[in-house]
């Protein structure tokens, strides 16, 4: 089940970074072959009492003018409507009380999500009566804390957390398959979500609730229940580039959390870009299922070699996506298109597949009797047994006697063994090595 995601929100210089680094748990570590991915420190994961969730900094770049600010914090907060299941607003205890702050309450409040109000810079028990004047931005009783001293923090997450959903897993949600459709502007995500939500089929839109964007489509079909999330969302102008990409950053990333497939799209007028390679990273780094559509292909001319070729590039531009099929459509013309929701299902029943223990070790060890294990610092892995501990994506366990005997490249082969063997495609596989005395 995705992580709820909490977003800060507050003025410049209230102290969101600060509290910010000290929540953040372990951040996402950079997978070394996904290029780009997460340098820039928007989100972080963070866990409190058993509950782990997704933290986002609103906060871009700093602006002089008041007038400037003011008009950023209007989307700080709009964002965080947007995608946030919690908002957390940061007020300034030693400053006070500002206008600004008044108009952002009053957007947090009518967006009837849940917001827990935090007076930050209350670093001695003495300034604890700043609060009080926070009463009037009526979002009921401020916590106080000092993000820079360390105070005040448990109280703060318990309030967080306590407003997490619990009936975020539902059931009835479960059933559906969430598919984040992402991609630059203009690829034509919102072009084919129309033509699929278009076709025949029945279309359930708005089922309510609280935490679900407005962007979201449900649709049965044959191939079952799905939820399209397109990521395009309402594109606000901002003539601060920074501020923009900031701003698509949060938006893609919280889609892709809350999906079990991520559908890529390109533009085959333009292959794929950095900016592709790294959203498909977030994807790949937070283990969904991934498929890549290549969209417009009614615009290439093409011969019979041209759509392997195309392939072939692509493949070789995103070399840590292996597993991940393609398929060329058309939005405009409706070429392929019907293949679209039948692959993410396939991608999707690859990426809950459970293979049982026997099978597993019947593969491993004919995978061994083929080709024996390298000698590495003078020993030779041998691998007890294997396991699938998880799905979605699949875990496994390999037994082993020593792990100062493993080698990448004998890895790769059992892996390759395993993908051979049973269908993955669409999805990574996790596959971890611990040492057993036996
Ligand atoms: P942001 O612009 O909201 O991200 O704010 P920063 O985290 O960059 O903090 C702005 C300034 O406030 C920095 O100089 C921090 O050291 C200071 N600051 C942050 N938290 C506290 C706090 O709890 N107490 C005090 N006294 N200063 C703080
Ligand atoms: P989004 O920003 O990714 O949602 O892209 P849109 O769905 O808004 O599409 C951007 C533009 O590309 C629109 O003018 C569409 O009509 C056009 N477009 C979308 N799909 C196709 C396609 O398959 N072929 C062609 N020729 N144009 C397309």
């Not at 029943?349 to 070790?361: M, Q």
């Not at 294990?373 to 998880?390: D, E, F, G």
Request: glycine letters at 6%; charged letters at 30%.
């Amino acid at each position: 089940m995705a992580k709820p995601i909490v977003a800060m929100v507050g003025r410049p210089n209230v102290g969101k970074s600060t509290l910010f680094n000290r929540l953040a748990g372990k951040r996402i570590s950079i997978v070394e072959d996904t290029p780009g991915v997460t340098r820039d420190r928007v989100y972080a994961e963070a866990e409190w009492l058993n509950h782990n969730f997704t933290m986002i900094d609103t906060g871009g770049i700093e602006p002089e003018r008041g007038d400037i600010i003011l008009k950023q914090m209007r989307r700080q907060a709009n964002i965080a409507i947007e995608t946030a299941n919690v908002i957390v607003f940061i007020v300034d205890g030693k400053e006070g009380l500002t206008a600004a702050d008044n108009e952002v309450a009053t957007m947090l409040r009518k967006s009837k999500k849940p917001v827990v109000l935090v007076v930050n810079k209350v670093d001695s028990l003495k300034e604890e009566d700043n609060a009080w004047e926070f009463y009037n931005l009526g979002m009921g009783e401020p916590v106080t804390i000092s993000a820079s001293q360390g105070l005040g923090l448990g109280d703060m997450l318990d309030r967080i957390v306590e407003n997490f959903d619990p009936h975020a897993s539902d059931e009835e949600e479960d059933e559906y398959i969430r598919i984040a459709m992402i991609g630059k502007p203009n690829v034509g995500k919102s072009s084919l979500i129309n033509k699929l939500l278009g076709e025949d089929r029945v279309i359930v839109s708005n089922v309510p609730g609280t935490t679900r964007d407005a962007i979201d489509s449900y649709l049965e079909t044959d191939e079952g229940k799905f939820i399209l999330v397109d990521t395009a969302g309402i594109r606000r102008k901002s003539k601060v580039k920074e501020e923009i990409e900031r701003y698509s950053v949060i938006r893609t990333y919280t889609a892709v959390e809350r999906a079990d497939v991520c559908i890529l799209m390109v533009d085959a007028q333009e292959g794929i870009t950095e900016q592709d390679e790294k959203i498909i990273g977030y994807a790949h780094e937070l283990n969904k299922a991934i498929m890549v559509v290549v969209n417009k292909w009614d615009l290439i001319e093409k011969d019979d070699k041209t759509l392997d070729n195309y392939k072939k590039d692509m493949q070789s531009k995103l070399k840590f996506l292996k597993y991940a099929p393609y398929l060329f459509i058309s939005a405009l013309t409706g070429q392929r298109v019907h293949k679209v929701l039948q692959m993410a299902r396939m991608c999707y029943d690859n990426y809950s597949k459970r293979i049982s223990t026997g099978i597993l070790n019947d593969v491993i060890s004919r995978a061994v009797l083929m080709k024996e294990p390298p000698v590495v610092s003078l020993k030779r892995l041998k691998i007890y047994y294997a396991s699938q501990v998880a799905t979605k994506p699949p875990k496994f366990i390999f037994f082993v006697n020593d792990s100062n005997a493993r080698h990448f490249s004998y890895e790769r082969y059992l892996e390759n063994q395993i993908r051979e063997s049973f269908d993955f495609e669409g999805t990574g596989l996790q596959i971890e090595y611990r040492e057993r005395k036996m």
